[in-house]
Nanobody, 126 residues
Framework: QVQLVESGGGLVQAGGSLRLSCAVS????????MGWFRQAPGKEREFVAA????????YYADSVKDRFTISGNTAKNMVYLEMNKLKPKDTAVYYC???????????????????WGQGTQVTVSS
């Protein structure tokens, strides 16, 4: 059974930084890519960033480009999200997601991912 566990969330002041981590565990786990999504209260879940292992391609939402960086370590089955220059509007529950199915090319879409973590809260105070 594949499990994703996020960590690193917390409370930070505007302009600060946080680093989220996501550990993927499970027997014979193979992922084609990983993503981060977030959901603020009363809003729909939205794409934040993704990485496709083939070619190390990365994808970002316009709202976080140049502030957030996604990276990963396939050998350790880990993915990270470095968040800098945080803003109050970045406040949300952040979810890690894994794409274990071969098909699908749109890493911006939640449907590309079939495994999800429980989420970690990020709160940015003004």
């Amino acid at each position: 059974q594949v499990q994703l566990v996020e960590s690193g969330g917390g409370l930070v002041q505007a302009g600060g930084s946080l680093r989220l981590s996501c550990a993927v565990s499970g027997r014979s786990v193979w992922t084609y890519g990983m993503g981060w999504f977030r959901q603020a209260p009363g809003k729909e879940r939205e794409f934040v960033a993704a990485i496709r292992w083939s070619g190390d391609s990365t994808y970002y939402a316009d709202s976080v480009k140049d502030r957030f960086t996604i990276s990963g370590n396939t050998a350790k089955n880990m993915v990270y999200l470095e968040m800098n220059k945080l803003k109050p509007k970045d406040t949300a529950v952040y979810y890690c997601a894994a794409a274990t199915a071969r098909t699908g090319s749109n890493y911006y879409a939640p449907g590309r991912y079939d495994k999800w973590g429980q989420g970690t809260q990020v709160t940015v105070s003004s």
